[in-house]
């Protein structure tokens, strides 16, 4: 069963996010808030628990999972991005968008896309994320929280708890988060910006108007 751990959405009790950092340190599956809903996140390096976390989330290899990081100095471990994507991405972080950008050799291949050898990061804008990842030391894999064969992310850790109970580890509930997934932009082209899902950010920040 999920451990819910209840805390203050602008200063988290530390006590609760070390709880959820060894979780993870030591496989598990959970579900944070962010700030486009709520996202399942796993230890990037854990085979396991990215095994499962595509499982609960009804996904297949094809699928990108996204690195969360904490600032951009930690994505440009896992990714490659000339200057013209870097001031893209210094327009855009922190903030609800995922960009899919070509892997480095630091991405375990059974994380990237199959064909492509790509990966979606993202640097959230929420204060329990930032803390949590800040404890744990590295980016987590996640994914958007969405049920196997539903199309809208889930956004209230009460929600999630009784709907994936028997598949979490914990929960961390820092109330509603907004019920929107991110906007994600393909940057691994190396042309212009292709938009891929329009979610919760706005183009107009990013300089852009696509189609």
Do not use: W
């Not at 600032?71 to 990714?79: G, K, P, Q, R, V």
């Amino acid at each position: 069963m999920a451990q819910l751990f209840e805390v203050h959405p602008d200063n988290p009790q530390l006590r609760f996010l070390r709880q959820c950092a060894q979780m993870l340190q030591a496989g598990g599956l959970g579900a944070i808030p962010t700030d486009s809903s709520y996202a399942f996140v796993c230890h990037l390096n854990d085979k396991a628990a990215a095994e499962a976390l595509r499982r609960v989330r009804g996904v297949d290899e094809k699928h990108h999972l996204t690195l969360l990081c904490r600032d951009l100095s930690e994505l440009a471990t896992y990714a490659m991005v000339d200057n013209r994507q870097y001031r893209l991405l210094k327009l855009a972080t922190p903030g609800p968008y995922t960009f899919i950008l070509p892997a480095t050799k630091e991405v375990p291949r059974r994380l990237s896309h199959p064909s492509r050898r790509t990966i979606g990061l993202r640097v959230p804008d929420h204060r329990v994320t930032q803390d949590l990842l800040a404890l744990f030391g590295e980016p987590l894999l996640s994914t958007t929280l969405i049920p196997p064969g539903e199309g809208e992310p889930m956004n209230d850790a009460a929600d999630v708890c009784a709907r994936l109970d028997r598949q979490l580890q914990f929960v961390l509930d820092a109330g509603a988060c907004p019920a929107q997934p991110t906007t994600v932009l393909d940057l691994s082209q190396g042309g212009e910006p292709v938009l891929v899902r329009q979610g919760r950010g706005d183009l107009a920040r990013l300089g852009l108007q696509l189609d």
